[in-house]
Nanobody, 120 residues
């Protein structure tokens, strides 16, 4: 089970930190990611981190602004979002996968989503 938190309303240029806590059995998880879904759009990949090695990957639009990290001892993943833009407005979902992938269909477990709204 995944529990996402940390969303909110922020002005453009501001920062937010999202958290995703995993509870229960985490054995076999290879990667965790953040995806987002804006109104009227499909859910899209934002950032991924491998669970053991901590290797990160980002979609181009957030590179240099977002940082994904994880704390294995706490079974928690984070997304530090800086220099936020109105186009970052979306519901952010965390997901966990048994394979190292950025493909939505490969994610077996999902958090409930947390709303991020960036005002101009």
């Amino acid at each position: 089970q995944l529990q996402a938190s940390g969303g909110g309303l922020v002005q453009a240029g501001g920062s937010l930190r999202l958290s995703c806590a995993a509870s229960g059995r985490t054995f076999g998880i290879s990667a965790m990611s953040w995806f987002r879904q804006a109104p009227g759009k499909e859910r899209e990949f934002v950032a991924r981190i491998t669970w053991s090695g901590g290797i990160a990957r980002y979609t181009d639009s957030v590179k240099g602004r977002f940082t994904i990290s994880r704390d294995n001892a706490k079974n928690t993943m984070y997304l530090q979002m800086n220099s936020l833009k109105p186009e970052d407005t979306a519901v952010y979902y965390c997901g966990a996968s048994r394979v190292i992938t950025t493909r939505l269909v490969d994610y077996d477990y999902w958090g409930q989503g947390t709303q991020v709204t960036v005002s101009s």
